[in-house]
């Protein structure tokens, strides 16, 4: 197994301010190259730190990849680190000083005495040129490991990962033992009774590994297995993924990555089919959601936010009667809401969502996390109701996973 | 200093699969109490991983907050790897055994042989009950050190930290020396002008410390200083942040947990005005991001999602001649689609964007990241285009962010 560790050097990221998202982005991306990520370490920007848990990640790393503390301030030292760890001096790069000087050109600059201390790197790496950012990326190797260092802005991070780092690791670890995974998604079914209908995993998984994953749109579950070839990995997945689906088949809509907007998408486009939205309390989440891919204007039309109740009279027509005998949430009020952005929208579906996210609002037979949601297509509306917890942002997630389930559910059940 | 140390244990978080923000959380609350977060380490789901690193941690920390790993499938292993590293062993806890039965109870769930075995917890632990699922946090003391085991689930962890650990920790750490920081959030200028700007930080930052942190909100600035009384640390910061505001203090909107929005908002609400949107490209996001906190109902009157040039037409009576003439993407149909939306829901301020998300549907005059935001208030409106790059994510993010920055500086400039 070539074995790879992520080491993210920030105090920002040390103190909680920023959440490593870059850690799991370089994890996914070694995974699916079947390497193994043996561990992510996170410190603070302080050099003898660095140095110490580099050396102790290399211990049982054949490839560590660091990101951060490569910008021109004063609190950036993973260079210095760098320098220290491989006994080296920083000299100035001449391409990397004609590249930044054309890139600040081009956007109207001159080149500042602090950008070009970006320009000076240690003489021993090798240059990975950034396109996106001032911080050059670096490659060092000692005893047959490699140590890459890239610059922590994510974007800039993930353009040098997929323009050199990974084509590189892909070449290194050709041959070795490779772990795969390949993730079955469901919906409609909670991750204890999940386990519970497909039974004993040791009885079908031979030698691969099963995980069970929550999430606010549905159980996962993760098969892992290895092997030395693409042939040996395939046929032992599919026949752990084959004992799984005769078990719990209804309950899984699409697999690793895949989501429940992905996959709805992809059958709305199959179909020809449209949707709009009217959203109360999520206030435009689900239509983010539902554009949240490429080619999302193919079957999305559109949608109105009415957050007051007048705006859900005035755009959707919602009966001020029904308003105010039921209330705005109601399962009446939704279904009137989703007939309504049907037509509105001249769209097949139309869902629609009314509900207290909380913390204030609730009543006592409508407590705060209370949600309706609705689903109307050709003259057909079902509405359903939710009792979510009392977190503003958890209900909001949830209440836009309810609403992609229920759609799910329509278009797998036709 | 009191040191803390978060294991996240969990294949899932070692292999990307799972972004980790319990540890983001955790430390953001242990920092708040002065406490410094020494180092994060992630491993995967064995127990020999698990005891070894434990050690490791534990050899430069007081405290170690581990998560995950607690569930009642075959796959979590935490609960064994504790016991092997106490030499303890696993015994029914009578009181837990009792709550879970309870909890299922009002769920209409009978407690099964699954979660039964949930119940089984080491007898060297200090069993801490968690009120919000069935793995009970567990509690371990060494040489002086406190271990801590919670369970992975966001929501179960952050209640358990908050009703008990976070009080514990607050305690233990009483009269030790203590860090604190205070971040500076600024808008429309970049790191490295806000860096010239501030001038030498060593100069006026006594033994404290100063980060930058960029972000597609602005860049913001962090101070951090060290003290062992309230009003020692208070006086420190105080002395740092007059420096720089009073070199940058026209950037900077807000500090600490504010956001952008979370300003706005407040502007808004204390002058009693309202705001509406019209998204195309962000498809509900600008929306969302307006309601993301308590209370934005008294602000937040509506907005439309107009994904297509037909919609723009029949939602907001954009011109046809002028959709024809410079495209949807264009100042000219922004602006108009501003002053509609104002209009329509009756606000004070209207936003509208429209651009290519990406990453098809550019041209050569309108490349890819093209967007064009408007801002309209009372007759009068304003129109800019940005250049973003070719992700779609983060196109739609640094647009939302972009809108933002543009309300902020109507609202400040007033």
Same mark, same amino acid.
């Given at each position: 197994?070539?074995?790879?560790?992520?080491?993210?050097?920030?105090?920002?990221?040390?103190?909680?301010?920023?959440?490593?998202?870059?850690?799991?982005?370089?994890?996914?991306?070694?995974?699916?190259?079947?390497?193994?990520?043996?561990?992510?370490?996170?410190?603070?920007?302080?050099?003898?730190?660095?140095?110490?848990?580099?050396?102790?990640?290399?211990?049982?790393?054949?490839?560590?990849?660091?990101?951060?503390?490569?910008?021109?301030?004063?609190?950036?030292?993973?260079?210095?680190?760098?320098?220290?760890?491989?006994?080296?001096?920083?000299?100035?790069?001449?391409?990397?000083?004609?590249?930044?000087?054309?890139?600040?050109?081009?956007?109207?600059?001159?080149?500042?005495?602090?950008?070009?201390?970006?320009?000076?790197?240690?003489?021993?790496?090798?240059?990975?040129?950034?396109?996106?950012?001032?911080?050059?990326?670096?490659?060092?190797?000692?005893?047959?490991?490699?140590?890459?260092?890239?610059?922590?802005?994510?974007?800039?991070?993930?353009?040098?990962?997929?323009?050199?780092?990974?084509?590189?690791?892909?070449?290194?670890?050709?041959?070795?033992?490779?772990?795969?995974?390949?993730?079955?998604?469901?919906?409609?079914?909670?991750? *204890?009774? #999940?386990?519970?209908?497909? =039974? &004993?995993?040791?009885?079908?998984? %031979? $030698?691969? +590994?099963?995980?069970? @994953?929550?999430?606010?749109?549905?159980?996962?579950?993760?098969?892992?297995?290895?092997?030395?070839?693409?042939?040996?990995?395939?046929?032992?997945?599919?026949?752990?993924?084959?004992?799984?689906?005769?078990?719990?088949?209804?309950?899984?809509?699409?697999?690793?990555?895949?989501?429940?907007?992905?996959?709805? *998408?992809? #059958?709305?486009?199959?179909? =020809? &089919?449209?949707?709009?939205?009217? %959203? $109360?309390? +999520?206030?435009?989440? @689900?239509?983010?959601?539902?554009?949240?891919?490429?080619?999302?204007?193919?079957?999305?039309?559109?949608?109105?936010?009415?957050?007051?109740?007048?705006?859900?009279?005035?755009?959707?027509?919602?009966?001020?009667?029904?308003?105010?005998?039921?209330?705005?949430?109601?399962?009446?009020?939704?279904?009137?809401? *989703?007939?309504?952005?049907?037509?509105?929208?001249?769209?097949?579906?139309?869902?629609?969502?009314?509900?207290?996210?909380?913390?204030?609002?609730?009543?006592?037979?409508?407590?705060?996390?209370?949600?309706?949601?609705?689903?109307?297509?050709?003259?057909?509306?079902?509405?359903?109701?939710?009792?979510?917890?009392?977190?503003?942002?958890?209900?909001?997630?949830?209440?836009?996973?309810?609403?992609?389930?229920?759609?799910?559910?329509?278009?797998?059940?036709?």
């Amino acid at each position: 197994m070539f074995k790879i560790s992520v080491l993210t050097v920030g105090d920002e990221i040390c103190i909680g301010q920023v959440v490593n998202t870059n850690a799991a982005w370089i994890a996914t991306e070694c995974t699916q190259l079947g390497c193994r990520v043996a561990a992510h370490s996170i410190i603070g920007d302080e050099k003898q730190e660095i140095t110490e848990e580099l050396k102790r990640l290399l211990g049982f790393s054949d490839f560590v990849i660091i990101t951060g503390g490569l910008g021109p301030t004063h609190d950036d030292v993973t260079k210095d680190a760098l320098c220290e760890f491989f006994d080296d001096t920083l000299v100035l790069h001449e391409p990397t000083l004609h590249f930044l000087t054309n890139l600040l050109l081009r956007r109207g600059l001159a080149l500042s005495e602090r950008n070009k201390t970006q320009a000076f790197l240690p003489s021993k790496c090798r240059v990975i040129t950034n396109f996106r950012g001032t911080a050059p990326g670096m490659m060092f190797e000692r005893d047959g490991k490699t140590i890459i260092s890239l610059p922590g802005v994510p974007a800039e991070m993930q353009g040098i990962m997929t323009e050199f780092v990974l084509p590189y690791i892909a070449e290194l670890s050709r041959g070795k033992e490779c772990v795969s995974y390949r993730t079955l998604l469901t919906t409609g079914i909670t991750e *204890a009774n #999940l386990a519970d209908l497909i =039974g &004993e995993p040791a009885e079908f998984l %031979e $030698s691969g +590994t099963l995980a069970f @994953l929550p999430s606010y749109q549905g159980a996962r579950l993760r098969i892992g297995v290895r092997g030395t070839s693409a042939e040996e990995i395939d046929a032992k997945i599919a026949r752990i993924e084959e004992v799984i689906r005769n078990r719990a088949g209804k309950f899984i809509f699409g697999t690793d990555d895949d989501s429940l907007v992905s996959v709805a *998408a992809r #059958l709305l486009v199959e179909r =020809g &089919e449209t949707i709009a939205v009217a %959203e $109360s309390c +999520t206030g435009g989440l @689900l239509g983010a959601a539902l554009t949240d891919i490429a080619g999302s204007s193919s079957y999305f039309q559109g949608g109105v936010i009415t957050y007051s109740n007048n705006s859900k009279e005035s755009e959707l027509g919602v009966n001020r009667e029904t308003l105010v005998k039921f209330g705005a949430v109601s399962g009446e009020t939704v279904e009137e809401m *989703a007939i309504a952005v049907c037509l509105k929208f001249k769209a097949v579906y139309g869902i629609a969502i009314s509900g207290t996210a909380g913390p204030g609002g609730g009543s006592a037979d409508k407590p705060v996390g209370t949600v309706w949601i609705a689903l109307a297509s050709s003259g057909d509306v079902i509405s359903r109701k939710f009792i979510f917890g009392s977190d503003r942002r958890i209900n909001r997630e949830r209440t836009v996973g309810a609403a992609l389930a229920m759609l799910m559910e329509k278009l797998r059940g036709k």
